[in-house]
């Protein structure tokens, strides 16, 4: 197999993946998976029969791929072939495998105080704060801008999440001072926590390496990532009674609870985890050292 034999399919496979807007890490899973498919076969990857397809996931499998690995590769195989290559014969006999359901790692709001106040900066303080005071994915957070923060409707506005979704969370007030003094030493213009290059934003790993040094230092022993702090916002708001129909929406995500038309009216006036209510013990509070 040449590099000159599969341009011109891969370029067509990368249109299709474009004209569909898929995201650029899933574009370039997708590509290293077709890849690995024709270095199994030693040919082009079009050429493939059912068997072939077949003897591909059993020897990934064999390999001891885990479920996320073996579900990936058989959504890139069934884009390949049933929209670049329009062979709908093959996709009809690969199977995503059912994944093991764990329940996730939740911190305590006395071990999340001390893993915010233990970060290394006030940059990743407020990055990691926003995480949890807010409940976004890593991606989210890194993605946010100056202008995303409205301190007269006391939201965050998150532009294309999950899904290419906006959506508005709560900014609750202990945050937004944190947020403020965050801006009052490094005065970010575009991108609310700028990386080591200010025209671009923090990356995730960033992020995540901020998350394990911090969790470190304040002497955690779980496995703590800023998903964890998503898991453990979503969770407190559950322990304050906050309706998991309305959770449903601050995350953008999906639950078993049946869908009520009003479930997002108050939605705003949620009470964040973070918050300086001294009346309620349950309150993250938060130094701005």
Known sequence: MTDEAISPLRRRMIEDMTIRKLAPKTQEGYIRT??????????????????????????LAESGAQPPILNHTVSALRFFFRVTLKRHDIIEHTTFI???????????????ARLLNAASGLKYKAALSVAYGAGLRAAEVVSLKVCDIDSKR???????????????????????DLLRAWWRVARPRGWLF????????MTTRQLNRACHAAAEAAGIEKNVSPHTLRHSFA????????????????LETTTNCPRTPDRGADLLSVPSPMRRDRTDSQAIRLSRR
Request: charged share 25%; glycine share 4%.
């Open 194 to 201: 700028p990386g080591r290059n200010p025209v671009q934003p």
């Open 34 to 59: 077709i890849k690995a498919f024709a270095a199994f076969l030693g040919r082009s990857p079009d050429t493939a029969s059912l068997e072939e397809v077949r003897r591909f996931q059993l020897h």
């Open 235 to 250: 969770t407190h708001l559950l322990e304050q009674n906050t309706d998991i129909r309305v959770i449903q929406v601050l």
């Open 98 to 112: 059912r994944e093991p359901q764990k329940l996730p790692v939740v911190l305590s709001p006395e071990e999340v």
């Open 154 to 176: 006391m939201i965050v506005r998150v532009e294309q999440g999950k899904g290419h979704k906006d959506r508005n969370v709560m900014l609750s007030p202990s945050l937004l």
